[in-house]
């Protein structure tokens, strides 16, 4: 089973990739998942220049960033956004990547992920909301991570002490993959 972990910040010095780096050493723990970090910042996606929305334009054609993007994320049969909070929402990077999508999400898991004061959780409603349209199932477990930036080294390491908790964020990740597997396993089934 494919599953990609979305990488959903692009500013230079972000936190997202520790802890995106962190997702994806987990889930390469579990044993029928094959792991790919995704990184936004590696598609430079212009702001959505389409003249119809993509899920209502059967003869669209994307630019050619976004052509690399579509392509990649319709490869994976199950997904982690990992996302920040910004002004209490999810980033306006991430956002405009899922205003590309049609329907390379439909009848697939995602979880998220989400890092902020509090954990990031208004984002991770927000982002619910969102992926809702994209026709995936949201996996209602996930991860709020806080105190980010000193819990994870740079190579995406939890400190020690709060990956012992055990109802710390080590456990939570590991509910919330071991989650993903069942739907990712159930979904493909179904489709
Ligand atoms: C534009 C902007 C808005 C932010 N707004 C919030 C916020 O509403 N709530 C919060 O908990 N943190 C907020 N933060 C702090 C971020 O959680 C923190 O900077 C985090 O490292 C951002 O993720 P990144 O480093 O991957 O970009 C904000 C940061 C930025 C850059």
Redesign the pocket.
């Known amino acids: 089973m494919k599953i990609q972990i979305i990488?959903?910040?692009?500013?230079p010095?972000?936190?997202?990739?520790r802890?995106a780096k962190w997702v994806e050493a987990g889930a390469k723990e579990i044993n029928d998942f094959e792991v790919e970090l995704v990184d936004l910042a590696d598609f430079n996606l212009p702001l959505l220049d389409e003249p119809i929305s993509p899920r209502y334009n059967p003869e669209r054609n994307p630019n050619t960033a976004a052509k690399k993007w579509l392509d990649k994320v319709g490869q994976a049969d199950g997904y982690v956004f990992v996302t920040?909070?910004?002004?209490?929402?999810i980033?306006g990077a991430l956002k405009n990547a899922i205003d590309y999508l049609d329907y390379q999400l439909a009848k697939k898991p995602a979880a998220i992920v989400s890092?902020?004061?509090?954990g990031?959780a208004?984002?991770a409603e927000h982002l619910k909301a969102v992926l809702i349209e994209t026709k995936a199932a949201i996996v209602p477990e996930a991860v709020a991570l806080m105190d980010?930036?000193n819990v994870l080294d740079k190579d995406g390491n939890l400190d020690a002490e709060v990956a012992a908790k055990p109802y710390g964020p080590a456990a939570a990740l590991k509910t919330t993959l071991n989650e993903l597997s069942w739907w990712t396993r159930t979904l493909k089934a179904g489709r």
């Open positions: 990488l959903g910040t692009t500013r010095g972000r936190v997202g990739e802890v920040p909070e910004y002004n209490h929402s980033s890092y902020g004061t509090v990031g208004r984002s980010f930036s």
